[in-house]
C-alpha cells in the first residue's frame, strides 16, 4: 500500500521526526485478536496497536526507530462502512492514531489525554488530506 507509506512518511514530517523509522504490519482479525489477547490481555478483535519502541531502559540503543503500527484491514473496512467513509480515509485515521501512540499520547490515561490526542489526531489528518 503505497498509500500507507506516503502518508507515514508526511507524518514524520509534520512531527518533526524526518528522519525516525516506524513499521506497519498489515493484518486480518484472526491475527489481530491474537494480539491483543498476548499483548493487552483482550480477548477480541481490534482497529489498531501500537508497540512504542522509544520507552524503557533501552530507548537510546536505537532513538530513530519509534516502533511498530499493527492494523487490521477487516476492522477498517467495517468502520469505514460504518461511518461512510471511503476505506483510504479510515486506514489513514487508524495510522495516524496508531503514530501518536508511539509518540506517547494514550486516551486511556484519562479524559484530558484523550481529548489532547484526540486534537492532535484532527489535526494531522487535516493536514494529511491537504
Known amino acids: 500500500m503505497a498509500g500507507i507509506r506516503a502518508s507515514l512518511r ?26 491483543n489477547r498476548q499483548y493487552r490481555g483482550k480477548d477480541r478483535t481490534t482497529d489498531v496497536l501500537s508497540f512504542p519502541l522509544r520507552e524503557g ?14 492494523l487490521s484491514l477487516p476492522a ?3 468502520q469505514a462502512k460504518a461511518a461512510g467513509e471511503p476505506y483510504h480515509v479510515e486506514i489513514e485515521r487508524l ?10 499520547y494514550d486516551h ?8 489532547r490526542m484526540v ?12
Open 10 to 35: 508526511k507524518l514524520l514530517s509534520l512531527t518533526g521526526k524526518k528522519n525516525a523509522e516506524v513499521s506497519v504490519l498489515l493484518v486480518g482479525d484472526k491475527a489481530m485478536r491474537s494480539l
Open 57 to 70: 531502559r533501552f530507548i537510546r540503543i536505537q532513538p530513530h526507530v519509534l516502533g511498530d503500527i499493527v
Open 76 to 78: 477498517a473496512a467495517r
Open 95 to 104: 495510522l495516524v492514531h496508531g503514530y501518536l501512540h508511539l509518540l506517547g
Open 108 to 115: 486511556e490515561r484519562g479524559s484530558a489525554e484523550a481529548d
Open 119 to 130: 486534537s492532535r489526531e484532527r489535526r494531522l489528518l487535516k493536514a494529511l488530506q491537504q
